[in-house]
């Protein structure tokens, strides 16, 4: 029988030096060098790695940890794996056989969902960082997403248990006290569609692991281990105070945020979830212990992806724009209950855990806006809308494979009208120009625009969403993984909501087929996939919104006459 | 050897070098920048400090200018029309879809130079091969053009999907708009850039007609004032990515200057290198705002193609500089968690340190050292005077808040700033695969010289150099600027012997196009050629120098594949066994300046009395008395702890260092054993 009790969540709150021996400038050089390591270990990794997602896409953390798995350092990569990895470290830990059964030189690999928070392709290497002296001062780690890890397909929205969705590392050393495991290491390449491109990727890993580790070992040394663990100390509990100088302006009080996934991928079911946020004081919980079961389909999101999730929402808002460590989590506690979708059990399939996952961050803005509307931005199309593409090229027999996420309009906020980027889960990453594409892939793009009308209204208008015209040139395959399409992007204070997400496929005789979600879907040649992506949602009353800003809007286009007279009458 | 005047505007001081070939000597001087009118300053510069014998003589006029930044930055410049490809009219303003800060949940992307209802589409299509997809629709062209007249637009910029393939299509839009009346600047972009990625090439095409028309004002202005002073030889202006270009090649390619704001350093530092023979030197430019990084590996500086300026690409050669919000104006603060935070904001040049007695009420950096004696008994070549009671009523408030004495608050600060410039330079350095040990440290500018023994105990480097005219050194390395001209194409194919043979054919056309360009007039010219290669499938490139014989490349496709591979092991530690590809072709033509003279040892001061000072130590970790040497009179090894002055800059050498003058007079700083 499977305990259904809710669990509760907290950050590392052991100490291992003394907060109140350290001098405040030490705490400041200590705190801009571990993030200097971080950053040098990033550095390392992306100039290594061999595939775009690595370099490009910025698909992967990097963070250094103390022997208590807490958060030293994150260098900036994917947010959506803010604070996640120290559930990698711990699981990998335990299962080689513990602190006792690691040595200089090992470096494990880990992949297994329930522990990284992630599908299997995303893959944890973790080293452990040891003084002269044999002392275990930390961890360097590492989590990369690989091109292929021999799932049922590149890309699936639709499996049913983990094990389609690819090879499970359950904690493996790669290294052995400095030597490869050969053994281990031709598995890894047995199991990939692209094994060059694994094995570039995974050594990557290493060499990054490697570097950090010898700039986090210099940082140590530079100031000796005691005034640095005392430095450590201070530095977290600084962190802690600045969230929490942030939570103690929201109003005491339970807030609830609703979101929505379209499906699960195997059914076209609705699911609506909430997530409750509490605030006391500056003490925030965050409860998913509500949300539904778990799904049939792969929108699970493991717990650390749920904390991870969490952890971006907050220090987004009270993280003052600063890299995040351990410090940042400790105002912050979440609660799930296991067997659920946002805390799944082996071997629930989570394959798209990061849809539900960047949605909930939305969710818990959405909770806080009942509290103070004017403290976060209305709802952005509130989805990455990835398109996954691969086929054989007609000339040469070659397989190719591309696959992106693309931007959605932004929610406005109290002040700004709302721009068009990608979902703050990937504010950093980059997605490919037209002409590179078409460089490399059988496509025409026929239109990249901003859509006219997609934004949400208001006093402060959403950032528009964008329609992509893809033609393409030989027969492909796609795999898409579109969300939010069946509802509109919240507006807040009065606000509209914007235009929702859509995936389509128009085929040469006119006929079209919408595919928010869709694995290994046959696009003949002269057919164009059409994906639309949402618009922002409005801030304030749109009666509100003065003529000139208006009449701004429609010169450039992003509003029809009609959709102002509508929305804005007080324009005319 | 020539006679050549350099003058460097910053955003405090416009910086003057000049080398008098008769003499052999190198002469500087330093007046205030004239923010809105920049000129002034230059010819202020020239008039007040050099002979107008040496004016009238001189064969060069080099010159570092931010003007075009500036106008970008604070978007003074022309009213712009785009006319793009139909579909396409967003490419400015969806951008890349990443944000500037990752953390800020209301980060906007910033409005484009080209507002929306000025970006029009025509209806034309090429593939990324160059053929014609849907042809020029050329009714299209007039609505796009009276729209774009009737909002009297200054100049039009033209890019067109795919233009870098097959340009064709931008020239007949040129020519109907030429036709239908149009008579301001038009900007194509397989001109401007060449290279693929519509968004980067758009930018950077929109930016040449944003900021054409004022710089060629700002330089034609210029050019005759300099000729009212006697002037009668070659204006030449830096480029982004190094040596520089006469002022009327920088009229039509304005982009090329936009980011040459600190190249001039480095390249001063390349020329220290290769004097000296250094292998791998680091340079920690240091002035009032910012802190500026760069890597010289063989004499040579790091060039990077694309850059960003105000989160704007543009796609342009430039010598890979790292800035951080750190220099001797950066302010310590109180963070919310109550933390002590230096910088980013800065006192700048007003107010100013606390200690310049300008008004300062914050606590600078500058006013840190001066607190602590680095920077001397307090009489500035400058001409200020320190105001210590100054620097220390805004170090208390700082102070109480974190609970400390403001002496060990003072520390602090320069701890921290030098902290984080020492990650810059640590990050920089693992880019490369290099450790920071191995390398000398080239400290310059105002503040760098203060800075350098700090920087390398944190980095453990144990050599420094600190070159001759220090403070002045980025108008020093402007002297050295050869001309250059490159141009580049992107053209991706397999690497194969037919490749080799179209990358000639480019080359040939690249090198028509620089020579249209020239003004190079007589002078021996030196061309290079460089490939952008990659393994298929990846999207990072590799630029790869190829030999030439005249405009062809002089090596088998397999010889390339050698080069590319020995590069890529080098840069990223192993090969993969994918195909090569070429993606881009790059034409360079330098013509060398004649050489100069390299005397620029101080003459020594007579019977300077020498004072001690109580400077703290941080080495040391207390307060020991500093000698005050005038850097002109050492000849003999000084062993620190010492503050060593000059004109423009202050040397603060800690206990456990020791300075030696070396034969082209650059100071030599050695760390002793330990």
């Given at each position: 029988m499977i305990d259904r009790t809710p669990v509760t969540h907290r950050a590392g709150v052991a100490r291992s030096g003394n907060a109140a021996e350290a001098d405040p400038i030490t705490t400041e050089v200590v705190r801009h060098a571990l993030n200097s390591a971080a950053n040098q270990m990033k550095r390392a990794l992306v100039r290594t790695a061999f595939s775009p997602v690595i370099y490009e896409v910025l698909d992967f953390a990097v963070a250094i940890y103390d022997p208590q798995m807490r958060l030293l350092a994150q260098a900036p990569s994917l947010p959506m794996f803010m604070g996640t990895l120290n559930f990698c470290v711990e699981e990998a830990v335990k299962n080689v056989g513990g602190v006792d059964n690691l040595f200089p030189g090992d470096m494990i690999m880990y992949n297994w969902p329930y522990g990284t928070g992630s599908h299997p392709q995303d893959l944890a290497v973790v080293n452990p960082v040891y003084l002269e002296d044999g002392e275990l001062i930390g961890y360097t780690a590492i989590k990369g997403h690989w091109l292929d890890i021999a799932g049922k397909d590149p890309y699936c929205t639709d499996t049913v248990d983990v094990f389609q969705e690819g090879t499970i590392y359950p904690g493996v050393k790669i290294y052995k006290r400095g030597e490869l495991n050969d053994d281990i290491y031709r598995m890894v390449l047995a199991n990939s569609r692209v094994p060059k491109f694994v094995a570039g990727d995974l050594n990557a890993q290493v060499v990054g692991c490697r570097v950090g580790a010898a700039s986090f070992l210099d940082v140590v040394k530079r100031f000796g281990r005691e005034e640095y663990r005392n430095a450590v100390e201070a530095m977290f509990d600084h962190g802690e105070k600045v969230v929490r100088s942030y939570f103690e302006t929201i109003p005491d009080g339970r807030y609830v945020g609703h979101g929505e996934m379209d499906s699960n991928g195997i059914t076209e079911d609705r699911i609506p979830f909430e997530v409750v946020v509490e605030i006391k004081g500056s003490d925030v919980t965050l409860d998913f212990s509500n949300v539904p079961e778990t799904q049939g389909g792969p929108v699970n999101c493991p717990v650390p992806s749920t904390i991870s999730a969490s952890r971006v929402a907050i220090s987004m808002l009270a993280g003052y724009g600063e890299a995040p460590h351990e410090g940042h989590f400790r105002a912050v506690e979440v609660v799930t209950r296991p067997g659920t979708m946002f805390h799944p059990l082996p071997p629930a399939p989570c394959f798209l855990y990061g849809w539900p996952a960047l949605q909930a961050i939305e969710v818990i803005y959405n909770a806080i806006a009942k509290a103070l509307p004017k403290a976060v931005p209305a709802q952005s199309g509130g989805c990455i809308c990835s398109v996954v593409y691969w086929g054989t090229r007609a000339a040469t027999g070659e397989p190719w494979a591309d696959g992106s996420p693309h931007p959605t309009g932004q929610g406005a906020w109290d002040g700004g009208d709302g721009g068009t980027m990608l979902h703050i889960s990937e504010s950093a990453t980059r997605f490919s120009p037209v002409e590179v594409w078409e460089a490399k892939n059988p496509w025409i793009v026929d239109r990249m625009a901003l859509a006219q009308d997609s934004c949400g209204p208001g006093q402060w208008r959403g950032g528009p969403g964008i329609d992509f015209h893809f033609r393409m040139t030989e027969d492909t395959f796609i795999t898409t993984a579109v969300e939010r399409t069946k509802n509109e992007p919240w507006g807040l204070g009065g606000g509209g909501g914007g235009r929702p997400n859509g995936a389509a496929v128009r085929f040469a005789d006119g006929r079209k087929v919408s595919v928010p979600k869709t694995t290994r879907f046959l696009v003949p040649k002269d057919a164009v996939v059409e994906l639309s992506t949402g618009g922002g949602g409005g801030f304030g009353d749109p009666a509100a919104r003065p003529k000139e800003a208006v009449e701004k809007d429609l010169k450039a286009g992003y509003i029809s006459q009609s959709f102002a007279r509508k929305h804005y009458p007080q324009a005319f | 050897?020539?006679?050549?005047?350099?003058?460097?505007?910053?955003?405090?001081?416009?910086?003057?070098?000049?080398?008098?070939?008769?003499?052999?000597?190198?002469?500087?001087?330093?007046?205030?920048?004239?923010?809105?009118?920049?000129?002034?300053?230059?010819?202020?510069?020239?008039?007040?400090?050099?002979?107008?014998?040496?004016?009238?003589?001189?064969?060069?006029?080099?010159?570092?200018?931010?003007?075009?930044?500036?106008?970008?930055?604070?978007?003074?410049?022309?009213?712009?029309?785009?006319?793009?490809?139909?579909?396409?009219?967003?490419?400015?303003?969806?951008?890349?879809?990443?944000?500037?800060?990752?953390?800020?949940?209301?980060?906007?992307?910033?409005?484009?130079?080209?507002?929306?209802?000025?970006?029009?589409?025509?209806?034309?299509?090429?593939?990324?091969?160059?053929?014609?997809?849907?042809?020029?629709?050329?009714?299209?062209?007039?609505?796009?053009?009276?729209?774009?007249?009737?909002?009297?637009?200054?100049?039009?910029?033209?890019?067109?999907?795919?233009?870098?393939?097959?340009?064709?299509?931008?020239?007949?839009?040129?020519?109907?708009?030429?036709?239908?009346?149009?008579?301001?600047?038009?900007?194509?972009?397989?001109?401007?850039?060449?290279?693929?990625?519509?968004?980067?090439?758009?930018?950077?095409?929109?930016?040449?007609?944003?900021?054409?028309?004022?710089?060629?004002?700002?330089?034609?202005?210029?050019?005759?004032?300099?000729?009212?002073?006697?002037?009668?030889?070659?204006?030449?202006?830096?480029?982004?990515?190094?040596?520089?270009?006469?002022?009327?090649?920088?009229?039509?390619?304005?982009?090329?200057?936009?980011?040459?704001?600190?190249?001039?350093?480095?390249?001063?530092?390349?020329?220290?290198?290769?004097?000296?023979?250094?292998?791998?030197?680091?340079?920690?430019?240091?002035?009032?705002?910012?802190?500026?990084?760069?890597?010289?590996?063989?004499?040579?500086?790091?060039?990077?193609?694309?850059?960003?300026?105000?989160?704007?690409?543009?796609?342009?050669?430039?010598?890979?500089?790292?800035?951080?919000?750190?220099?001797?104006?950066?302010?310590?603060?109180?963070?919310?968690?109550?933390?002590?935070?230096?910088?980013?904001?800065?006192?700048?040049?007003?107010?100013?340190?606390?200690?310049?007695?300008?008004?300062?009420?914050?606590?600078?950096?500058?006013?840190?050292?001066?607190?602590?004696?680095?920077?001397?008994?307090?009489?500035?070549?400058?001409?200020?005077?320190?105001?210590?009671?100054?620097?220390?009523?805004?170090?208390?408030?700082?102070?109480?808040?974190?609970?400390?004495?403001?002496?060990?608050?003072?520390?602090?600060?320069?701890?921290?700033?030098?902290?984080?410039?020492?990650?810059?330079?640590?990050?920089?350095?693992?880019?490369?695969?290099?450790?920071?040990?191995?390398?000398?440290?080239?400290?310059?500018?105002?503040?760098?010289?203060?800075?350098?023994?700090?920087?390398?105990?944190?980095?453990?480097?144990?050599?420094?150099?600190?070159?001759?005219?220090?403070?002045?050194?980025?108008?020093?390395?402007?002297?050295?600027?050869?001309?250059?001209?490159?141009?580049?194409?992107?053209?991706?194919?397999?690497?194969?012997?037919?490749?080799?043979?179209?990358?000639?054919?480019?080359?040939?056309?690249?090198?028509?196009?620089?020579?249209?360009?020239?003004?190079?007039?007589?002078?021996?010219?030196?061309?290079?050629?460089?490939?952008?290669?990659?393994?298929?499938?990846?999207?990072?490139?590799?630029?790869?120098?190829?030999?030439?014989?005249?405009?062809?490349?002089?090596?088998?496709?397999?010889?390339?594949?050698?080069?590319?591979?020995?590069?890529?092991?080098?840069?990223?530690?192993?090969?993969?066994?994918?195909?090569?590809?070429?993606?881009?072709?790059?034409?360079?033509?330098?013509?060398?300046?004649?050489?100069?003279?390299?005397?620029?040892?101080?003459?020594?001061?007579?019977?300077?009395?020498?004072?001690?000072?109580?400077?703290?130590?941080?080495?040391?970790?207390?307060?020991?008395?500093?000698?005050?040497?005038?850097?002109?009179?050492?000849?003999?090894?000084?062993?620190?702890?010492?503050?060593?002055?000059?004109?423009?800059?202050?040397?603060?050498?800690?206990?456990?260092?020791?300075?030696?003058?070396?034969?082209?007079?650059?100071l030599v700083l050695t760390r002793s054993e330990a």
């Amino acid at each position: 029988m499977i305990d259904r009790t809710p669990v509760t969540h907290r950050a590392g709150v052991a100490r291992s030096g003394n907060a109140a021996e350290a001098d405040p400038i030490t705490t400041e050089v200590v705190r801009h060098a571990l993030n200097s390591a971080a950053n040098q270990m990033k550095r390392a990794l992306v100039r290594t790695a061999f595939s775009p997602v690595i370099y490009e896409v910025l698909d992967f953390a990097v963070a250094i940890y103390d022997p208590q798995m807490r958060l030293l350092a994150q260098a900036p990569s994917l947010p959506m794996f803010m604070g996640t990895l120290n559930f990698c470290v711990e699981e990998a830990v335990k299962n080689v056989g513990g602190v006792d059964n690691l040595f200089p030189g090992d470096m494990i690999m880990y992949n297994w969902p329930y522990g990284t928070g992630s599908h299997p392709q995303d893959l944890a290497v973790v080293n452990p960082v040891y003084l002269e002296d044999g002392e275990l001062i930390g961890y360097t780690a590492i989590k990369g997403h690989w091109l292929d890890i021999a799932g049922k397909d590149p890309y699936c929205t639709d499996t049913v248990d983990v094990f389609q969705e690819g090879t499970i590392y359950p904690g493996v050393k790669i290294y052995k006290r400095g030597e490869l495991n050969d053994d281990i290491y031709r598995m890894v390449l047995a199991n990939s569609r692209v094994p060059k491109f694994v094995a570039g990727d995974l050594n990557a890993q290493v060499v990054g692991c490697r570097v950090g580790a010898a700039s986090f070992l210099d940082v140590v040394k530079r100031f000796g281990r005691e005034e640095y663990r005392n430095a450590v100390e201070a530095m977290f509990d600084h962190g802690e105070k600045v969230v929490r100088s942030y939570f103690e302006t929201i109003p005491d009080g339970r807030y609830v945020g609703h979101g929505e996934m379209d499906s699960n991928g195997i059914t076209e079911d609705r699911i609506p979830f909430e997530v409750v946020v509490e605030i006391k004081g500056s003490d925030v919980t965050l409860d998913f212990s509500n949300v539904p079961e778990t799904q049939g389909g792969p929108v699970n999101c493991p717990v650390p992806s749920t904390i991870s999730a969490s952890r971006v929402a907050i220090s987004m808002l009270a993280g003052y724009g600063e890299a995040p460590h351990e410090g940042h989590f400790r105002a912050v506690e979440v609660v799930t209950r296991p067997g659920t979708m946002f805390h799944p059990l082996p071997p629930a399939p989570c394959f798209l855990y990061g849809w539900p996952a960047l949605q909930a961050i939305e969710v818990i803005y959405n909770a806080i806006a009942k509290a103070l509307p004017k403290a976060v931005p209305a709802q952005s199309g509130g989805c990455i809308c990835s398109v996954v593409y691969w086929g054989t090229r007609a000339a040469t027999g070659e397989p190719w494979a591309d696959g992106s996420p693309h931007p959605t309009g932004q929610g406005a906020w109290d002040g700004g009208d709302g721009g068009t980027m990608l979902h703050i889960s990937e504010s950093a990453t980059r997605f490919s120009p037209v002409e590179v594409w078409e460089a490399k892939n059988p496509w025409i793009v026929d239109r990249m625009a901003l859509a006219q009308d997609s934004c949400g209204p208001g006093q402060w208008r959403g950032g528009p969403g964008i329609d992509f015209h893809f033609r393409m040139t030989e027969d492909t395959f796609i795999t898409t993984a579109v969300e939010r399409t069946k509802n509109e992007p919240w507006g807040l204070g009065g606000g509209g909501g914007g235009r929702p997400n859509g995936a389509a496929v128009r085929f040469a005789d006119g006929r079209k087929v919408s595919v928010p979600k869709t694995t290994r879907f046959l696009v003949p040649k002269d057919a164009v996939v059409e994906l639309s992506t949402g618009g922002g949602g409005g801030f304030g009353d749109p009666a509100a919104r003065p003529k000139e800003a208006v009449e701004k809007d429609l010169k450039a286009g992003y509003i029809s006459q009609s959709f102002a007279r509508k929305h804005y009458p007080q324009a005319f | 050897m020539a006679t050549r005047i350099g003058v460097d505007i910053g955003g405090t001081f416009t910086d003057l070098v000049y080398y008098d070939d008769e003499t052999g000597e190198t002469v500087e001087g330093k007046v205030p920048t004239v923010p809105h009118a920049p000129e002034e300053g230059v010819v202020a510069a020239v008039s007040g400090h050099v002979p107008r014998a040496v004016i009238e003589k001189a064969e060069f006029f080099l010159h570092g200018t931010t003007v075009g930044l500036n106008a970008l930055l604070e978007r003074r410049g022309a009213k712009v029309g785009l006319i793009t490809t139909e579909g396409f009219r967003d490419v400015l303003e969806i951008r890349r879809g990443d944000r500037a800060e990752m953390y800020n949940l209301f980060w906007k992307q910033p409005e484009p130079l080209v507002a929306r209802h000025l970006r029009l589409e025509v209806g034309e299509r090429v593939r990324a091969d160059g053929t014609v997809f849907r042809p020029l629709d050329e009714a299209s062209v007039a609505p796009a053009l009276k729209a774009l007249m009737d909002e009297r637009v200054d100049t039009i910029a033209i890019c067109l999907i795919n233009a870098y393939a097959n340009p064709a299509h931008e020239l007949r839009v040129e020519a109907l708009l030429r036709e239908g009346g149009f008579t301001g600047g038009i900007s194509l972009s397989h001109k401007i850039s060449g290279e693929y990625r519509e968004y980067e090439r758009t930018s950077t095409t929109v930016i040449d007609a944003f900021v054409r028309a004022r710089m060629s004002n700002y330089l034609k202005r210029l050019d005759a004032r300099l000729r009212e002073l006697g002037f009668k030889g070659t204006s030449l202006i830096t480029r982004s990515g190094s040596g520089s270009m006469t002022f009327t090649e920088a009229e039509e390619r304005p982009f090329e200057t936009i980011m040459s704001g600190p190249v001039a350093g480095a390249q001063g530092a390349s020329e220290v290198a290769k004097m000296l023979g250094i292998e791998a030197l680091i340079t920690a430019d240091v002035g009032g705002t910012s802190f500026d990084a760069a890597l010289i590996l063989n004499g040579e500086p790091q060039v990077l193609y694309e850059g960003t300026i105000d989160n704007m690409p543009i796609q342009t050669p430039w010598v890979d500089v790292r800035s951080i919000g750190s220099g001797g104006g950066s302010i310590a603060h109180i963070d919310v968690g109550g933390l002590m935070r230096v910088g980013p904001r800065s006192a700048g040049a007003a107010p100013g340190p606390a200690c310049y007695g300008k008004g300062g009420t914050e606590p600078a950096m500058t006013d840190a050292a001066a607190f602590l004696g680095m920077l001397g008994p307090g009489r500035l070549a400058s001409g200020i005077t320190l105001d210590f009671a100054k620097a220390e009523a805004a170090i208390a408030p700082v102070a109480a808040a974190i609970g400390q004495e403001v002496e060990a608050t003072a520390t602090g600060i320069l701890r921290i700033a030098a902290s984080s410039m020492a990650n810059a330079m640590r990050e920089v350095s693992v880019e490369q695969g290099l450790d920071p040990r191995r390398m000398v440290l080239l400290p310059f500018g105002g503040a760098g010289p203060l800075m350098a023994t700090l920087l390398a105990d944190e980095l453990k480097m144990t050599q420094i150099v600190v070159p001759p005219l220090a403070g002045n050194f980025s108008a020093w390395g402007l002297l050295g600027a050869d001309m250059v001209q490159s141009a580049a194409r992107t053209r991706i194919m397999d690497l194969g012997e037919e490749a080799v043979a179209s990358a000639n054919a480019l080359l040939a056309a690249l090198f028509a196009d620089i020579a249209g360009r020239g003004e190079h007039g007589a002078r021996e010219t030196v061309l290079s050629a460089r490939l952008d290669l990659r393994y298929k499938g990846q999207e990072h490139w590799l630029s790869v120098e190829v030999p030439l014989s005249g405009e062809a490349i002089a090596a088998t496709a397999e010889e390339i594949a050698e080069s590319f591979e020995a590069e890529y092991r080098r840069a990223f530690g192993g090969v993969m066994s994918e195909a090569i590809e070429i993606v881009s072709v790059r034409a360079t033509l330098r013509a060398p300046l004649p050489r100069r003279g390299q005397s620029t040892r101080p003459a020594a001061e007579e019977g300077a009395e020498e004072e001690t000072i109580p400077a703290y130590s941080f080495e040391r970790k207390t307060r020991l008395p500093f000698r005050v040497v005038p850097r002109a009179t050492i000849a003999a090894p000084l062993k620190g702890p010492a503050i060593i002055t000059e004109s423009t800059t202050t040397l603060y050498l800690d206990a456990e260092w020791t300075a030696a003058t070396g034969a082209h007079g650059e100071l030599v700083l050695t760390r002793s054993e330990a």
